[in-house]
């Protein structure tokens, strides 16, 4: 089952203390619940997204005058990320196959950021 903390539960930014603090909750959340489910088989992982192309990312922005060519430095990749993107990580985790090597992924953290968390 993957939890979607973003990228907040690692990084810290000024005056979100609130916010910052249950995404770091849902971390510890993950790990406890993959400790005590995993000799059932019970995965649960994390996504972490952060510079995903939606209107959550996008309208703040907007209000800001920040423009399009602005909104590349979230990303090292030099664009952001699609919601399909975010969405073929999770199917990722879900996979029971074993072919795939997610079937051992439990307790982990995925970031799914196009290299936002990587500066």
């Given at each position: 089952?993957?939890?979607?903390?973003?990228?907040?539960?690692?990084?810290?930014?000024?005056?979100?203390?609130?916010?910052?603090?249950?995404?770091?909750?849902?971390?510890?959340?993950?790990?406890?619940?993959?400790?005590?489910?995993?000799?059932?088989?019970?995965?649960?992982?994390?996504?972490?997204?952060?510079?995903?192309?939606?209107?959550?990312?996008?309208?703040?922005?907007?209000?800001?005058?920040?423009?399009?060519?602005?909104?590349?430095?979230?990303?090292?990749?030099?664009?952001?990320?699609?919601?399909?993107?975010?969405?073929?990580?999770?199917?990722?985790?879900?996979?029971?196959?074993?072919?795939v090597a997610s079937s051992v992924v439990t307790g982990h953290r995925l970031a799914v950021d196009a290299g936002f968390l990587a500066r």
């Open positions: 089952m993957p939890q979607v903390p973003g990228t907040s539960s690692i990084r810290a930014r000024p005056n979100n203390a609130a916010y910052g603090a249950v995404k770091h909750g849902v971390l510890g959340l993950t790990k406890i619940a993959a400790a005590e489910y995993g000799q059932q088989l019970v995965r649960v992982n994390a996504v972490l997204t952060g510079a995903i192309d939606t209107p959550m990312i996008r309208k703040p922005r907007e209000h800001a005058g920040v423009v399009a060519h602005d909104e590349f430095t979230l990303s090292l990749s030099g664009r952001l990320g699609t919601p399909d993107e975010v969405a073929h990580a999770s199917l990722w985790l879900c996979s029971d196959r074993s072919s």
